[in-house]
């Protein structure tokens, strides 16, 4: 038996994302290769890297079909020769495009490439149910998998998030609370520039330069809304991530290309799990996810993890994996999360590291984190965790 191939290190060098916008919204017009080619121009930009000189492109996008991945390349200016493929594991599509996109620097195929994801639900094409005849009037699916035709029942995750505060007795209020503090949050974000180098304005002015449901409510505004399941839950409008379009991609190098770089600042992966729950505990994956990866480095004290960016579904999830991995939650998402900027599908992972590379590596000051976590839940309940460190010299 031939001995096992030699890996190499594998470093994040650039990530940047564009604003998120509402379905219908900010990015209405924009098909899914319009809302990625400039942000993976600005990444190499950012890295010093030429277009044609990336090797891959992975792209995790759960809405497209086909493989988009391709377009996205073409669109964005790299070489006709350069591979593409897209990757679909639903909202964790993004961070498994990075994850793999790692892996294939990591065995040696490529030593430069661009991996994210995008996702335009704006402009995605409609899913219809075959016919079980000619005469039959065509009905639409949803994005759920294994939805149903003319399905009027929420989504799943959703009523899992209500079965699971109630089981965990998170108070309307509670979530409510969290909600507000993500806008708060966001806010203060803002105001600090703190995603000025992050988001990519795909045109020039100021709706392009922010999230556009990053709004300021007060409580009264939040307690107002009415439950999204029945008169007595919890889960509202106010506290529940929705559906946007966006992208986020980031560069991945090899430790070769990187020292002819100039070593600059990079984030390296520590470790990475995925893990499936059952449906009924669909919020809680992102928190088995976690625990898979911590056994595998059973050294590691989780107060080192000075960031966690949790791409939520609901305050009521965001609150539960705080609690359940012993996390403070002044650590998770501490720029707003999904329910302040939205929820952008097969591009939320992506949008993850993206964030992480903003705390770890592209802010200034001696009190920048050292390593992070990435969690996020998928439809269909998987969980996939990522730990970053920062490599600065």
């Known amino acids: 038996m031939p001995p096992p191939a030699a890996t190499t290190v594998a470093y994040v060098i650039a990530a940047r994302r564009s604003a998120l916008g509402r379905v219908g919204g900010l990015h209405k017009s924009r098909r899914v290769e319009e809302l990625a080619a400039p942000v993976i121009a600005a990444a190499l930009a950012d890295a010093g890297i030429k277009p044609r000189e990336v090797e891959e492109v992975i792209v995790g996008n759960a809405s497209e079909g086909g493989n988009p991945a391709r377009l996205i390349a073409l669109a964005a200016g790299l070489a006709e ?18 994850l793999s996109a ?3 620097v990591q065995c040696g195929d490529a030593e430069i490439v661009v991996a994210g994801g995008a996702e335009s639900i704006s402009n995605a094409p409609w899913r219809i ?30 009523e899992a998030a209500e079965a699971m505060s109630q089981a965990l007795g998170l108070s309307r209020g509670e979530q409510d609370a969290w909600a507000l503090k993500s806008h708060l949050r966001a806010a203060a974000a803002r105001e600090a520039r703190r995603f000025v180098g992050e988001i990519v304005p795909l045109r020039g002015n100021a709706e392009e330069a922010r999230d556009q449901s990053a709004v300021e409510p007060d409580l009264e505004d939040l307690e107002k809304l009415p439950p999204v399941l029945s008169p007595e839950g919890s889960l509202t409008a106010g506290n529940t991530s929705t559906l946007h379009d966006g992208s986020g991609f980031a560069v991945i190098v090899s430790e070769r290309q990187w020292q002819r770089l100039g070593q600059p600042p ?19 994956a992102p928190v088995e996810a976690a625990r898979k990866l911590m056994t595998r480095l059973p050294d590691l004290d989780i107060a080192s993890i000075g960031v966690v960016e949790l791409s939520e579904s609901s305050a009521a999830q965001a609150i539960a994996v705080g609690r359940e991995l012993g996390i403070d939650a002044d650590r998770i998402n501490p720029d707003g999360g999904a329910v302040v900027r939205g ?51």
């Open 102 to 104: 790692i892996r294939v």
């Open 81 to 98: 020769t350069c591979a593409a493929s897209t990757v679909d594991r639903q909202c964790g599509s993004g961070l498994e495009a990075i």
């Open 266 to 284: 990079a984030l390296r992966l520590l470790a990475s799990a995925t893990q499936g729950v059952g449906p009924d505990r669909d919020p809680l």
């Open 343 to 393: 929820h952008p599908h097969g591009a939320a992972g992506a949008i993850l590291v993206v964030r992480l590379y903003t705390h770890l590596v592209r802010a200034g000051g001696a009190g920048r984190p050292q390593r992070g976590l990435a969690l996020v839940g998928t439809r269909g309940g998987m969980g996939l965790a990522a730990l970053f460190e920062a490599t600065r010299r």
């Open 129 to 158: 149910a075959k016919p079980k005849s000619l005469h039959q009037i065509p009905r639409f699916l949803g994005l759920e998998p294994g939805s149903q035709p003319d399905e009027d029942e929420p989504p799943q995750e959703l």
